[in-house]
């Protein structure tokens, strides 16, 4: 009796293991294509991306940089201190989107240029994602904002 009650136990264990390898297997197959790596505008100089890998850039719009072209095509300068990388968005930009102010952008790098698929803004005077602070600070031009 024991032999089938140690016998039942090991099975169950072997079962619970083969779901939560299972269950992490498909955890991650779901999540590849929903990470998103941050870079700031340094790290993509240094060390440009693949033209097929989606990433975040941050840092602060270029001043002068702000460019409209024709249709819905945005040209600007993202901008970490240290380096400016041009970026392309076609659509509607944020309110809150302007020179000088903290930005995060989605897309890809390609040639030279980030194509932005999505362009996030901060959310009030003082907000600015921690990336891009971080950043910023990295760069040594990182200001704190007066309260």
Known sequence: MKSL???RRIQIIAVAIVALVASTALIGYAMRDGINFFR?????MAEPPAPN???RIGGLVEEGSLKRGEGQTIRFNVTDGGASV???YAG???DLFEEN???VG???YIDGVFEATEILAKHDETYMPKEVVDAL???GVYQEPDS
């Open 101 to 103: 102010q903290g930005m």
């Open 86 to 88: 041009p970026v392309t």
């Open 53 to 55: 890998e989606v990433f």
């Open 5 to 7: 009650k140690k016998q």
């Open 40 to 44: 700031a505008p340094s790290q993509i």
């Open 92 to 94: 509607v930009l944020p």
């Open 137 to 139: 600070k990295a760069q």
């Open 106 to 108: 989605q897309g890809r």
